[in-house]
């Protein structure tokens, strides 16, 4: 079993910040730095360090060249990765003194996945391969159509959303991945319970999880409900915590772990991650994970 990760690679911006810039202010930054990301980047190397195997398809565009050696040295497999013309996606992020963030995405080569590279791309996975998902990138359609006829399972985090994405067919769908926001917005429900009921009514097969943020996260599954506590930790920069949640769960599952053991090594993951700076580079390793539950 593979797993193909189709997602966005990001050259981001991180500015240190007061408070986030208001309309019409204009406001010094504490800091700046250019770090690796984008929530396709992100989540293929919380894969990779969670142990699994993943390809990363994708494109990278000029100035994007950073993102590609930052997978490779990860173990992320890049022989699906695309060269293209187009200027490298990235986003401006502002993390105040709280370690909450707020982020103006640019797809740019992000954009430029085209319906042939779908085809080209999957014809190298097989039935019951996982893809993941997100929605930085062009072709999302193509994506879940292609996969569906391959006999693959799709894993979607419906980030960022935007009102297309409830043109796919979630039918096709066997996980879906995301925060309280999304899920509202996904669904119109502001409890968790209650977008579960609505999209277990509508698809009886798909599965999801909601992260809370400091409540935790919570799991539900044709065969009922997982809740799990956030772990107490103090906050940086929360920037790739649901990306790294999402890396060690996916892993976790593709291992065949019960549900309750992904949920544990994924929220241990993210409140690691959201102690340190940056997005990539906070995720934390397998073994680090490992020690860090033996404590508990």
Request: aromatic residues 6%.
């Amino acid at each position: 079993m593979k797993i193909l990760n189709f997602g966005s690679l990001n050259m981001d911006y991180v500015y240190q910040v007061e408070h986030f810039v208001r309309p019409g202010e204009t406001m010094n930054a504490l800091s700046q730095c250019v770090n690796c990301g984008g929530k396709g980047l992100n989540q293929s190397i919380a894969l990779a360090r969670a142990g699994a195997k993943v390809y990363h398809a994708g494109c990278i565009g000029t100035g994007g060249e950073r993102l590609a050696r930052e997978l490779m040295e990860n173990g992320v497999d890049i022989s699906c990765l695309t060269k293209v013309d187009d200027i490298q996606g990235n986003a401006v992020i502002q993390v105040d003194r709280s370690g909450e963030n707020c982020i103006l995405l640019f797809g740019g080569s992000n954009r430029g996945i085209k319906p042939e590279m779908v085809k080209q791309v999957m014809e190298k996975f097989e039935p019951g391969d996982y893809l993941i998902l997100q929605n930085e990138v062009s072709c999302l359609p193509e994506m879940v159509t292609e996969a569906k006829n391959r006999g693959m399972r799709i894993v979607l985090n419906p980030s960022p959303f935007e009102d297309s994405l409830l043109d796919l067919d979630f039918d096709d769908i066997a996980w879906l991945l995301m925060n309280e926001i999304e899920a509202e917005q996904i669904s119109g429900q502001k409890n968790s319970d209650a977008v579960w009921q609505l999209m277990h009514g509508k698809y009886p097969s798909l599965s999801m999880v909601v992260t809370l943020g400091k409540e935790g996260a919570v799991c539900y599954t044709p065969e009922g409900k997982t809740a799990q506590m956030a772990y107490p930790t103090s906050v940086v920069d929360t920037t790739a915590a649901g990306d790294t949640f999402t890396g060690y769960f996916i892993a976790a599952l593709t291992e065949g772990m019960e549900i309750r053991e992904c949920m544990r090594r994924a929220s241990k993951a993210a409140s690691i991650s959201v102690s340190r700076a940056g997005a990539a580079e906070s995720i934390p390793g397998r073994q680090e994970i490992e020690r860090a539950l033996a404590d508990i």
